[in-house]
């Protein structure tokens, strides 16, 4: 049996009425025959038929033993760094999703923690990071905006000989692409508003554990600070994922046509994709990925925040909106967006630049997101007087 039929087939019928997509119980408790007794819930933070279900199709996506589901991808990082304590150190990659470095520097910095950013995509910088303070490494590969590439393996070697955790955010690359916890990690985790859900209607974080034992230490964090997922929200993301290799499979062709693309137009300096064979990590990411995801960034030949503002605010079908990887195709200019909170040093430092502009690449037909991006180029070049007006 294919892995696509297993994960299909995976989402059980109801046992109770045969409907074959999972009910939603949309309740907050449950009646119990004695103190105690009762057909294994009890209150609905602690557990959920319809959330039960979505973990155990998130440990299966990712091959791992405990899935653990929470109110977004920002309540799954919290749950995670839950598990150190003052003094501990994490060695994180330098290229942060924005939400990730305002928990790290402004939540958990003044209770002890300490962060060292650095390019995971240079395995010998991971490894002079750490210290003997350092409990966990945390990675994003593709990052997030400029598409780093990192040897998941060889990072999970360090982490193994260091005695420290070590988590992925699979949120760029998805389980169909990528598999960190095959590769050696101890975690992964998904905002799994983006593709896992991919439809732009539901706000959701997800955690996989290559052991039980320590998804039974993340999920009692999870019962006891109360960021669950809503039975609603599960029900949602369990249909999403019924679609998500068919939606990447049609994203990652997307966003290698757009890549190719603007690689070649004038007024474009860097083009970051790892489907492209000049990226950096495009060797590293044809080795452990089935593709190179739904992702691409650019940025202008002119470096200018202007002339980036003037391109997101010139497109049809690419909306310009915070978050990705749903079926309608988004941009974002990340420096005044999704990166804001990181202070400009720190964020160009990083790579993300003034200019950088960041696509989702949708499901829509090729062509005409070509087109769109077209007309966007060519609104700027008349603005500047490059090109005869219409």
Known sequence: MSTITQLIHSIPVDPQTGAIAVPIYQTSTFVQEAPGVNKGYDYARTNNPTRETLEKIAAQLEGGATGIAFSSGLAAIDAIVKLLQSGDEIVAVDDIYGGAFRLFNKVYDKFGIKVTYVDTSDVQAVFNAITPATKLIWLETPTNPTLKISDIAAIAKIAAASKCLFCVDNTFASPVLQQPLALGADIVIHSATKYLGGHSDLIAGLVVTRTPE??????????????????????????????????????????????????????????????????????????????????????????????????????????????????????????????????????????????????SVGLEEPADLLSDLDLAFYKIQQAAGSVLSL
């Open 214 to 359: 320590l998804g039974a230490e993340i999920k009692f964090y999870q019962n006891a600070c109360g960021a669950i997922l809503s039975p609603f929200d599960s029900f949602l993301l369990i249909r999403g994922i019924e679609t998500l290799h068919l939606r990447v499979r049609q994203h990652c062709a997307n966003a290698q046509a757009i890549a190719e693309y603007l690689e070649q137009h004038p007024l474009v300096d860097k083009v970051y994709y790892p489907g492209l064979k000049n990226h950096p990590g495009h060797a590293i990411a044809k080795q452990q990925s089935k593709g190179f995801g739904g992702i691409v960034s650019f940025t202008f030949k002119d470096d200018t925040e202007a002339t980036a503002l003037s391109f997101v605010t010139g497109t049809q079908y690419f909306k310009l909106a915070e978050s990705l990887g749903g079926v309608k195709s988004l941009l974002c200019h990340p420096a005044s967006m999704t990166h804001k909170s990181i202070p400009d040093e720190k964020r160009r430092a990083a790579g993300v630049a003034d200019s950088l502009v960041r696509l």
